[in-house]
């Protein structure tokens, strides 16, 4: 492993943890974040969360949980070639979905729009209020007590109101600066991880076409290119072969135009990075593709009828739990009761958040129907 670059995150220049604790042995500060997230019962909540498909329409569709592994995987490659903090890297990115809602964005854009008038629900606060908060597993504090860089690389947006309230860690955003490098790289891994992933999961789910796929430039070239070499690949090596290489393409074009600005900007320290514009780019041809292809996503898989049946559902899902919780937080379990004597819709968005998606549907289903217990 190359020694990480002077504006990598490294044991010299981290902020480290709210609460003082003694050094880890046999493994960094960065590894010890990564081992309590995966430790964490968030963690092992995200095999039941949606990434497009609910989870009991397939078991062979991305979840939370696969998404985030992928993203961590793009991300270290990444980092290692550019001299980053791989281990940070690692940390961010599986804990980046740590407070999304069951249900994908559907659950997420409900609970906001309950919680509109109680401050507003955003994914990445919620994954933050996880890790400083919600998670009770220490005897010497609440969350994780993960160190500074792991928690701002996790807050990767933040409206301004919220981040004048956080402290340090809502710092950038108020002085409209940029994270470290390795926030910035995790971020742009999730982009190559869930794009991808989800043209493969919607072809899989038979909601997209080679046909359709074919009109979309970056696809459309390599698929020509492995038919071209494989002239008889049947059609779902053909998928696998194509997605692995737009995946390639995106990972490549990202590391040697992410260097080209760093030997261009010549950050020396972190403080550089954070006063600098965005280091960790994709080139502007391939940004174009990238953006086609999500918009073809949004048109074609995201707002399909299938897909949006389902999203149609999980909203009133959400949307009722959370307004029978709110008129009755003693319909949450016991360990609910006490905060929701103090912050009830807030307690209510925390337990709704942290459901999987096939416990949300129970719960629904033992709140009305008649025939539930």
Same mark, same amino acid.
């Given at each position: 492993?190359?020694?990480?670059?002077?504006?990598?995150?490294?044991?010299?220049?981290?902020?480290?943890?709210?609460?003082?604790?003694?050094?880890?042995?046999?493994?960094?500060?960065?590894?010890?974040?990564?081992?309590?997230?995966?430790?964490?019962?968030?963690?092992?909540?995200?095999?039941?969360?949606?990434?497009?498909?609910?989870?009991? @329409?397939?078991?062979?569709? =991305?979840? !939370?949980?696969?998404?985030?592994?992928?993203? #961590?995987?793009? *991300?270290?490659?990444? /980092?290692?070639?550019?001299?980053?903090?791989?281990?940070?890297?690692?940390?961010?990115?599986?804990?980046?979905?740590?407070?999304?809602?069951?249900?994908?964005?559907?659950?997420?854009?409900?609970?906001?729009?309950?919680?509109?008038?109680?401050?507003?629900?955003?994914?990445?606060?919620?994954?933050?209020?996880?890790?400083?908060?919600?998670?009770?597993?220490?005897?010497?504090?609440?969350?994780?007590?993960?160190?500074?860089?792991?928690?701002?690389?996790?807050?990767?947006?933040?409206?301004?109101?919220?981040?004048?309230?956080?402290?340090?860690?809502? @710092?950038?955003?108020?002085? =409209?600066? !940029?994270?470290?490098?390795?926030?910035?790289? #995790?971020?742009? *891994?999730?982009?190559? /991880?869930?794009?991808?992933?989800?043209?493969?999961?919607?072809?899989?789910?038979?909601?997209?076409?080679?046909?359709?796929?074919?009109?979309?430039?970056?696809?459309?070239?390599?698929?020509?290119?492995?038919?071209?070499?494989?002239?008889?690949?049947?059609?779902?090596?053909?998928?696998?072969?194509?997605?692995?290489?737009?995946?390639?393409?995106?990972?490549?074009?990202?590391?040697?135009?992410?260097?080209?600005?760093?030997?261009?900007?010549?950050?020396?320290?972190?403080?550089?990075?954070?006063?600098?514009?965005?280091?960790?780019?994709?080139?502007?041809?391939?940004?174009?593709?990238?953006?086609?292809?999500?918009?073809?996503?949004?048109?074609?898989?995201?707002?399909?009828?299938?897909?949006?049946?389902?999203?149609?559902?999980?909203?009133?899902?959400?949307?009722?739990?959370?307004?029978?919780?709110?008129?009755?937080?003693?319909?949450?379990?016991?360990?609910?009761?006490?905060?929701?004597?103090?912050?009830?819709?807030?307690?209510?968005?925390?337990?709704?958040?942290?459901?999987?998606?096939?416990?949300?549907?129970?719960?629904?289903?033992?709140?009305?129907?008649?025939?539930?217990?």
């Amino acid at each position: 492993m190359p020694d990480p670059a002077p504006y990598a995150i490294g044991p010299r220049n981290t902020r480290g943890r709210a609460q003082r604790e003694a050094p880890p042995v046999g493994r960094s500060e960065f590894q010890r974040d990564r081992d309590r997230i995966i430790h964490s019962t968030a963690f092992r909540r995200l095999e039941y969360k949606t990434q497009v498909f609910v989870n009991h @329409e397939g078991d062979l569709f =991305r979840t !939370r949980l696969t998404h985030s592994l992928e993203v #961590a995987q793009i *991300a270290r490659s990444v /980092a290692r070639n550019l001299r980053l903090n791989e281990d940070l890297v690692e940390a961010i990115s599986l804990a980046h979905d740590l407070g999304h809602t069951p249900f994908g964005h559907a659950g997420q854009d409900a609970l906001h729009a309950c919680m509109k008038t109680h401050g507003g629900f955003e994914h990445n606060l919620q994954s933050l209020r996880v890790v400083d908060l919600l998670e009770q597993r220490y005897a010497a504090f609440d969350g994780l007590n993960l160190c500074f860089e792991t928690r701002e690389g996790i807050l990767k947006h933040c409206a301004l109101k919220n981040a004048r309230l956080l402290g340090d860690v809502g @710092e950038r955003f108020v002085k =409209r600066q !940029r994270p470290s490098l390795e926030a910035q790289l #995790a971020n742009l *891994a999730d982009e190559i /991880a869930y794009n991808n992933h989800d043209v493969d999961d919607g072809l899989r789910s038979g909601l997209l076409t080679l046909e359709q796929l074919s009109r979309v430039r970056i696809f459309a070239r390599h698929m020509q290119t492995v038919r071209r070499e494989h002239p008889k690949i049947d059609a779902r090596r053909l998928v696998h072969e194509t997605v692995r290489r737009m995946i390639s393409t995106l990972v490549v074009d990202l590391t040697s135009q992410s260097a080209k600005h760093i030997k261009a900007q010549a950050p020396r320290s972190i403080a550089d990075v954070r006063a600098a514009p965005a280091l960790i780019t994709f080139s502007a041809a391939i940004k174009r593709e990238q953006l086609e292809l999500k918009r073809f996503l949004r048109v074609n898989l995201y707002q399909h009828h299938q897909v949006a049946r389902m999203t149609n559902k999980a909203r009133r899902i959400v949307r009722d739990l959370f307004q029978a919780f709110l008129n009755e937080p003693q319909l949450m379990p016991p360990q609910y009761h006490a905060p929701a004597s103090t912050d009830t819709a807030r307690t209510v968005a925390d337990y709704i958040a942290g459901m999987t998606d096939r416990y949300a549907i129970r719960e629904y289903r033992r709140l009305f129907a008649v025939d539930e217990i």
